[in-house]
């Protein structure tokens, strides 16, 4: 009877050995997997922020090179308006001119 007794607390402690390596087992694969997860989440959220990153990128290149475009349009415009002055303006001057060389009348 003290043998079975015996025998009974061996298997127990060889069960509760089995149970605890079957526990570490478990645990050092999950834990594996949810490095492994984290690790993924980690990349895929890098990707996605480079992603993000690069669509504010072109669309700031975008809309910077619509502004550029308008801004070019504008002196365009602006420097059409000069030379149209000038024109005018260096017409008035040959007439000056003519006018004190040859003088008011025509007549030099």
Excluded: H, P, Y
């Excluded at 645990?27 to 480079?50: D, H, R, Y």
């Excluded at 993000?52 to 809309?63: I, M, P, R, S, T």
Aim: net charge negative.
């Amino acid at each position: 009877m003290a043998l079975d007794i015996i025998k009974d607390i061996v298997d127990a402690e060889a069960r509760a050995e089995e149970m605890i390596k079957n526990a570490e087992a478990e645990a050092a694969s999950l834990k594996a997997e949810a490095e492994k997860k984290g690790a993924s989440i980690l990349a895929e959220a890098k990707q996605k922020g480079k992603e993000e990153l690069n669509a504010a990128a072109d669309a700031a290149v975008k809309e910077s090179s619509q502004a550029v475009e308008k801004i070019a349009e504008q002196a365009e415009l602006n420097c059409r308006k000069i030379r149209e002055e000038a024109s005018i303006k260096k017409e008035e001057a040959i007439k000056a001119v003519m006018r004190k060389v040859v003088g008011t009348d025509g007549n030099s």
